[in-house]
């Protein structure tokens, strides 16, 4: 019973001080590479700032009816 119990503390701790481990093959990122991709990112932001945003199309009434009924009706649904 001694021995059970003495495996069974084992495996526990075992289990235990594997989970603060990181798992194998997974690196951290070295600092040039997460440089890089903080710069990748910027530039992207910068790009995506820098375009000029598509004009509004102006709704038809029979859109915008249809628009103010499918939005009463989910409020509608929201209060059930």
């Known amino acids: 019973m001694k021995?059970?119990?003495?495996l069974i503390?084992?495996?526990?701790s075992g289990v235990a001080?594997?989970?603060?481990?990181r798992p194998e093959g997974k690196q951290?990122?070295?600092q040039e590479d997460r440089q890089r991709m903080r710069e990748d990112m910027n530039?992207?932001?910068r790009?995506?700032?820098s375009r000029p945003e598509r004009p509004?199309?102006?709704?038809?009434?029979?859109?915008?009816e249809k628009l103010r009924k499918d939005v009463?009706?989910?409020?509608?649904?929201?209060?059930?």
């Not at 021995?3 to 003495?6: A, K, L, R, V």
């Not at 509004?56 to 915008?64: D, K, L, V």
């Not at 009463?72 to 059930?80: C, L, V």
């Open 3 to 6: 021995t059970f119990i003495f």
């Open 9 to 12: 503390a084992l495996t526990l």
């Open 17 to 21: 001080s594997a989970q603060g481990k």
């Open 28 to 30: 951290q990122m070295r």
């Open 43 to 45: 530039q992207v932001y």
């Open 47 to 49: 790009d995506r700032n």
């Open 56 to 64: 509004a199309r102006p709704m038809s009434p029979q859109e915008r």
């Open 72 to 80: 009463q009706d989910a409020n509608k649904q929201m209060k059930r």
